[in-house]
């Protein structure tokens, strides 16, 4: 679970900008008490949080620095010739071109409550730092190692004459622009804990307005995951959409002359994974077409693509994904999320846009699918403008944010219960009003000629 996240000098986001999952304090947070999950370490964290603001306000910019963190952490931005370079630091401020970049995450997973950091200048990474927080009561918490430019130091919690080595191999080693979770991960054996925190960031997934839902695509074709959910909520929210179909094509049939070449590098990548793995009868390799993803299939010596397209009601014919709306492929894209929310996983979705091309009730009852589900040890954060959400009969005022952009152009973020508002109250309405901020004030359009 996302606990706290704090960043500096990137994009937007001038001075340091803190954005949390704690719960307000007081009596006027009544409602929706199973919204909050307390981790091993007694801290008490809310289930789901959104945010609110204007076009330019610093809402994807929060949802991009999330991504950008969990990138450098796990090595997907390590080994890039700079770190944060200077088109993603604050550059309506020259003095800020030579400032640090900060990010610092708060993060429970496997029972662990992990806190790090990290110092970014001229692109290498400065300073690194991760604790365990054993208990915030007794404010206890244990060093797992510190860095200052290439050298780790690692804490009181390991044996200094089991590590001293590894300290003398890193220092040899890393380099600026690779971080030492990744490093450390990548080269000792049986750390047990740096390796969950590694691990831990796979469980948080960032989903942007344009982004393809391709490993969900690929497991239905390769029959590992069942449709059966999504078929459910597409017929439900009347997409029109009946049934899910899988289409195995003949390759020959799928890919046209002037794709040959394209065809025989996906047959070569295939029989070299044939090579590599054991013995079966049905071999298979996701692919990028021009209209999605698709599957090669190898069964009984032939090779097939499978597609999957959709199948109306009062209809035999079948059409490919990017025939339907753009509502229809939104909702799509979203539901393996909501799937894996309302299941029992341990998993973060941060999205940016939820509503984006969706009617307001279709987005409102997904959203309330989740938030009424007691049993989900999951965490929705989110980014809208969509004020149908303002509901205190869905959130709690902790878990409503809002983003806006300063004078100066850089943005803060604050929660809603800063404002204290009565709970039956019409929040939306005092939103659209402007009494909560995080909305845009317009010029006179009525004198554009």
Do not use: C
Not at 145 to 162: L, M, W
Not at 223 to 239: F, G, H, Q
Not at 298 to 322: A, I
Request: charged residues 30%; aromatic residues 12%.
């Amino acid at each position: 679970m996302l606990i706290r996240f704090v960043v500096s000098n990137f994009m937007s986001f001038k001075e340091e900008t803190e954005f949390n999952m704690l719960p307000g304090k007081g009596k006027g947070y009544k409602q929706h008490k199973n919204h909050i999950k307390t981790t091993e370490s007694g801290v008490d964290v809310l289930k789901t949080a959104v945010v609110y603001g204007a076009n330019a306000s610093g809402k994807s910019n929060f949802v991009s620095a999330i991504e950008y963190v969990r990138n450098i952490i796990t090595g997907y931005e390590s080994g890039e010739e700079s770190l944060v370079p200077l088109s993603k630091r604050f550059r309506l401020n020259d003095s800020y071109k030579s400032k640090p970049t900060t990010f610092r995450l708060e993060y429970e997973f496997g029972g662990v409550h992990f806190d790090y950091g990290v110092e970014i200048k001229n692109g290498e990474i400065k300073e690194e730092w991760l604790y365990k927080i054993e208990s915030i009561n007794k404010q206890k918490e244990v060093l797992l190692f510190s860095r200052k430019e290439n050298e780790i130091v690692f804490g009181d919690y390991y044996s200094k004459i089991d590590v001293s080595f590894v300290e003398v191999f890193i220092k040899k080693k890393l380099e600026g622009n690779v971080s030492g979770i990744e490093m450390v991960h990548g080269n000792i054996d049986d750390d047990e804990l740096i390796d969950l925190f590694y691990e831990s960031m796979r469980t948080l997934i960032v989903l942007t307005p344009t982004m393809y839902n391709s490993t969900y695509t690929s497991s239905v074709l390769k029959r590992e995951e069942s449709k059966d959910y999504v078929e459910e909520i597409l017929r439900k929210s009347n997409t029109g959409i009946s049934e899910l179909v899988i289409k195995d094509i003949p390759i020959d049939t799928f890919f046209s002359y002037e794709d040959e070449d394209y065809k025989s590098y996906l047959v070569g990548e295939l029989e070299d994974e044939i090579k590599n793995s054991q013995d079966s009868d049905d071999f298979s390799l996701s692919f990028a077409g021009n209209k999605g993803y698709n599957v090669l299939r190898k069964l009984n010596g032939e090779y097939f693509v499978s597609v999957l397209k959709t199948k109306h009601q009062n209809s035999d014919n079948l059409f490919d994904f990017h025939e339907e709306s753009d509502g229809t492929n939104r909702l799509f894209q979203l539901l393996p999320a909501f799937q894996s929310l309302n299941g029992f996983e341990n998993i973060v979705y941060v999205i940016d846009e939820l509503e984006r091309s969706m009617h307001p009730i279709l987005a409102k009852e997904l959203l309330r699918l989740y938030v009424n589900n007691s049993n989900s040890k999951s965490q929705l954060i989110f980014t809208t403008h969509e004020s149908h959400l303002l509901d205190f009969d869905l959130l709690r005022q902790d878990e409503i944010w809002f983003a806006e952009k300063k004078i100066d152009g850089s943005s803060i973020f604050y929660p809603l219960s800063d404002y204290k508002p009565r709970e039956d109250k019409n929040i939306r309405l005092g939103y659209l009003e402007g009494r909560y901020g995080g909305i845009p004030f317009l010029g006179d359009f009525s004198k554009l000629k």
